[in-house]
């Protein structure tokens, strides 16, 4: 029995063995060639350092026009969502009734004009009664008193001929700057008062403001980072709308808020862009401006001036669990790795800040099939774009 189990370990030691050799074989493939892979070299380039935050477009200038007397709406002299110029007549109100009243306030001016004039003579005949003693004190002083208050009535009275003209200009409402009107809540023929809801809204169109909030740790960051290169003069600010296009033209920062928000930690800062007429639209048709008041964006804040930095194809990086790696190709054509320190990327293009160094040969092609110190068949491949590479938050 004990001469049986030593025979069939014996044969399975052996065809253990067997089985094993094949693999240790294939792996150390002495007759196969170095694989073949396609390295970049790693160079130094400029980089536009870029943030990214939440924003949302807002007009400079956004009133709501209201009524500031009561009265019949009689006409609406604009088309909805269309652009006016500063001064422009958008509302008129019912005139009669305060054309009326402006006539009887000046009625009310022209006699207490009249009531003043003759108490003055009045006054004139007492004084020369009182100096010749035809005349007594008593009839003096009332003829005094009567002269000021008729000076007083003729005041009020011009004060509230005033009023009347005032009430009279409210009939018409006007754009007070240039920009697009909303909707309009009221049809000609309703009674509006101060209290009633606003007419429209008007939203001045160019410039627009952007308005985000970033982390207070993130606005330290970026004070470090731009201060000695001139402060928010450095900083070009852009927006990605909600399609992914980035709009054209950039922004400049204006405002900082010298207060962080207690809820959230963070601040708000406020920058102004231009939003033109489209090419090939007219100021009358919609959306003929690219920026809306309102409308949420994506705001990239760029430094206006590239820094250089070490810059690789994004499909050079690996990761396990020590990091990030790559596998650059040394002078005897073997794969070494080398664990990289990644600084702000996007999709396309890697920036390296430690780890690596310009000239540096980089396998971006055929990574899955080298290991550490193996032999390698190195070519070049197309370098990426030669555009200067960003560097997002």
């Keep these: 029995m004990r001469f049986l189990l030593l025979i069939v370990s014996v044969g399975l030691t052996g065809l253990t063995q067997a089985a094993l050799m094949p693999s240790a074989h294939a792996q150390m493939g002495p007759g196969g060639p170095p694989p073949a892979v396609g390295v970049v070299e790693a160079r130094r380039q400029p980089v536009t350092e870029s943030n990214e935050f939440i924003g949302r477009i807002e007009a400079i200038n956004r009133v709501e026009l209201r009524a500031r007397i009561s009265g019949f709406l009689e006409e609406r002299l604009f088309t909805e969502g269309s652009e006016v110029e500063a001064g422009k007549l958008l509302f008129r109100m019912e005139r009669a009734p305060f054309e009326a009243q402006l006539d009887q306030a000046r009625a009310n001016v022209a006699a207490a004009d009249a009531q003043l004039a003759n108490a003055r003579t009045s006054l004139v005949r007492a004084r020369e009664l009182r100096s010749t003693g035809a005349g007594t004190q008593v009839a003096l002083d009332n003829a005094q008193a009567q002269e000021r208050t008729s000076a007083a009535?003729?005041?009020?009275?011009?004060?509230?001929?005033?009023?009347?003209?005032?009430?009279?200009?409210?009939?018409?409402?006007?754009?007070?700057?240039?920009?697009?009107?909303?909707?309009?809540?009221?049809?000609?023929?309703?009674?509006?008062?101060?209290?009633?809801?606003?007419?429209?809204?008007?939203?001045?169109?160019?410039?627009?403001?952007?308005?985000?909030?970033?982390?207070?740790?993130?606005?330290?960051?970026?004070?470090?980072?731009?201060?000695?290169r001139g402060g928010a003069s450095a900083v070009v600010v852009r927006i990605r709308q909600s399609d992914g296009?980035?709009?054209?033209?950039?922004?400049?920062?204006?405002?900082?808020?010298?207060?962080?928000g207690r809820d959230t930690d963070s601040i708000l800062l406020r920058a102004s862009v231009a939003n033109p007429i489209r090419e090939g639209m007219r100021q009358t048709d919609p959306y003929s401006r690219q920026l809306l008041d309102g409308q949420f964006v994506t705001v990239l804040l760029e430094g206006a001036t590239?820094?250089?930095?070490?810059?690789?194809?994004?499909?050079?990086?690996?990761?396990?669990?020590?990091?990030?790696?790559?596998?650059?190709?040394?002078?005897?054509?073997?794969?070494?790795?080398?664990?990289?320190?990644?600084?702000?990327?996007?999709?396309?293009?890697?920036?390296i800040e430690?780890?690596?160094?310009?000239?540096?040969?980089?396998?971006?092609?055929?990574?899955?099939?080298?290991?550490?110190?193996?032999?390698?068949?190195?070519?070049p491949v197309a370098a990426p774009g030669s555009a200067p590479a960003r560097r997002p938050g």
């Design 153 to 228: 009535t003729l005041l009020s009275a011009q004060a509230a001929l005033r009023v009347t003209e005032i009430n009279l200009a409210y009939t018409d409402i006007a754009a007070p700057f240039a920009g697009a009107v909303g909707r309009s809540t009221f049809t000609p023929g309703n009674v509006i008062t101060p209290q009633s809801e606003p007419l429209a809204t008007i939203v001045s169109q160019d410039p627009m403001r952007i308005a985000f909030t970033i982390p207070q740790r993130t606005a330290l960051e970026l004070r470090e980072r731009y201060e000695r």
């Design 245 to 260: 296009s980035v709009y054209p033209l950039p922004g400049r920062l204006d405002f900082i808020d010298v207060q962080v």
């Design 306 to 351: 590239p820094v250089e930095a070490i810059t690789i194809p994004r499909a050079a990086i690996a990761q396990d669990q020590a990091g990030f790696f790559v596998f650059i190709v040394d002078g005897e054509n073997r794969a070494q790795r080398r664990n990289v320190r990644m600084g702000r990327s996007t999709a396309e293009t890697a920036v």
């Design 354 to 379: 430690a780890g690596i160094e310009a000239g540096d040969r980089v396998i971006t092609e055929g990574i899955q099939r080298v290991r550490p110190g193996q032999p390698v068949n190195a070519a």
